[in-house]
């Protein structure tokens, strides 16, 4: 069973449009979180929910609205998309907020804005 | 602010050569340290970890020490295979639970 899934895992689109990305853990686990990867690599946290609550909301345009149902699910919504928001954008969860608790990864979604 | 630095790539080998991947950290406190693995076309997999000074993270012959007193947590494994190349990626666990992560390492090994 996959533990971190995301949907879709490839999305295209045209400026303008608005669309959502969905995130499922099925470990039991409290935090969930978003992360944004660049052409680079380079990775960034965006969001992060413990509980369903609001916990790390980084520097992001409020074209992007979290969502989170249950404690199982954290889906990212976007509005208006502009060709800056083409990255793969990863999912994850750990057990809680402690410092050592490993964060696990879903497979990502290719974001592709025309 | 807490940060990650490794070292930039690509990373070229031959297989069953030596391997490091240098990592350093800025950080207030006493973060976790990570290394996470990317192969191609797939998601982020954690490879090791370490939670506390001089704690060695070890998983499928990599090795990584945290050292506090030179804010390191270098990868290393002894005999690189065909099968590692990926991107490789150091990362910390802030105070505040915000996970900062270095800017990734592509490391290719040729047969």
């Known amino acids: 069973d996959t533990a971190v899934s995301q949907t879709p895992k490839y999305l295209v689109t045209q400026m303008g449009n608005d669309k959502s990305i969905k995130c499922e853990q099925n470990?039991?686990?409290?935090?969930m979180y978003w992360y944004k990867q660049d052409s680079k690599k380079f990775l960034k946290i965006m969001f992060s929910?413990?509980?369903?609550?609001?916990?790390i909301n980084e520097t992001v345009p409020n074209r992007f609205s979290p969502k989170s149902p249950d404690k199982a699910h954290l889906n990212l919504h976007i509005n208006s998309l502009e060709l800056g928001d083409s990255a793969v954008y990863f999912c994850?969860?750990?057990?809680?907020?402690?410092?050592?608790?490993?964060?696990?990864f879903g497979p990502g979604t290719r974001l592709t804005v025309l | 602010g807490d940060s990650v630095t490794q070292m930039e790539g690509p990373v070229t080998l031959s297989e069953e050569a030596f391997l490091t991947i240098n990592c350093t950290y800025t950080?207030?406190?006493?973060?976790?340290l990570f290394w996470y693995v990317q192969y191609p076309g797939e998601g982020l997999q954690l490879l090791l970890k370490?939670?506390?000074?001089?704690d060695k993270g070890s998983n499928k012959g990599f090795e990584a020490t945290y050292r506090k007193e030179t804010t390191s947590f270098h990868l290393e494994k002894g005999s690189v295979q065909v099968s590692d190349s990926a991107v490789y990626f150091c990362?910390?666990?802030?105070?505040?639970?915000?996970?900062?992560f270095g800017a990734g390492t592509r490391l290719t090994v040729k047969p």
């Open positions: 950080a207030t406190g006493y973060p976790s």
């Open positions: 990362a910390l666990i802030t105070n505040n639970n915000d996970m900062r």
């Open positions: 470990l039991g686990h409290d935090t």
């Open positions: 994850a969860s750990s057990q809680s907020t402690g410092v050592s608790d490993t964060q696990y």
């Open positions: 370490a939670t506390k000074a001089d």
């Open positions: 929910y413990n509980n369903k609550e609001l916990i």
